[in-house]
């Protein structure tokens, strides 16, 4: 069975400030991992994902993700955080479904 | 419309309704999947057609939670006999791949129930 933790409910950050958000996977196949942000009243929307090649995946809005398998892990960082990164976000594993996380929180300070 | 399209956005019943959730996926898309998230968690699966064909449904929680794709298009979410605990946002989503893999799944904005 596959599963994901994610390391923190919430994170807080500064305008500017990096940022990390954890995300470790268990699977028993090569994983196809996601990450997602959502936004309050909305839909999931797909920051970036890997499914093979490169393991340094970049996304939208800055962020990008490192796959280590050796670490069975995919953590989600962006450089600067803007206020408009303020979101939930959640990582995912998936074979023949998509199997989420229950998310972390982010809010950005000013 | 370009993406997947729920209605209603909002839904309030009263415990013991039977309620009905309306899932357009995007044209094409041979996958469609139902999950739900309750307030302050992920998504949860629920199920999960290829086409018409429901090929995973162990997510669906009780027997009175009921999906169908009858024409391998549009899908329903079905709950019975509402109760407090179904309170929560259903999502749906789509994809153009079938089978497992890489495919990205796009996401409609949710239908929120709640169970008064």
């Known amino acids: 069975a596959q599963s994901v933790t994610q390391l923190g409910s919430h994170v807080s950050v500064s305008e500017g400030a990096l940022v990390l958000l954890r995300c470790n996977y268990s699977?028993?196949?090569?994983?196809?991992l996601f990450w997602y942000v959502q936004y309050p009243n909305q839909g999931l929307q797909l920051l970036l994902k890997?499914?093979?090649?490169?393991?340094l995946v970049k996304g939208i809005n800055g962020f990008e993700a490192e796959f280590k398998q050796s670490e069975t892990s995919f953590h989600l960082t962006k450089p600067s955080a803007h206020m408009s990164d303020a979101a939930e976000y959640f990582c995912?594993?998936?074979?023949?479904?998509?199997?989420f996380g229950k998310g972390t929180k982010l809010t950005v300070n000013p | 419309g370009a993406g997947v399209s729920q209605s209603p956005r909002y839904k309030v019943a009263k415990r013991g309704q039977d309620v009905a959730l309306r899932c357009d996926p995007i044209?094409?898309?041979?996958?469609l999947f139902w999950y739900q998230q309750a307030l302050g968690q992920g998504p949860e699966f629920l199920t999960y057609?290829?086409?018409?064909?429901?090929?995973?449904k162990s997510g669906l929680p009780s027997d009175r939670f009921f999906a169908e794709r009858p024409e391998g298009s549009v899908s329903t979410l079905k709950i019975q006999r509402t109760q407090q605990e179904d309170s929560a946002v259903y999502l749906c989503?789509?994809?153009?791949?079938?089978?497992?893999?890489?495919?990205?799944?796009?996401f409609g904005e949710g239908s929120r129930l709640t169970v008064l």
């Open positions: 989503a789509s994809s153009l791949r079938q089978g497992p893999g890489a495919g990205e799944l796009f």
């Open positions: 699977s028993s196949v090569p994983p196809y």
């Open positions: 890997y499914t093979t090649g490169a393991t």
């Open positions: 995912a594993v998936r074979s023949e479904k998509l199997v």
């Open positions: 044209s094409g898309h041979v996958s």
């Open positions: 057609f290829q086409n018409e064909a429901q090929l995973d």
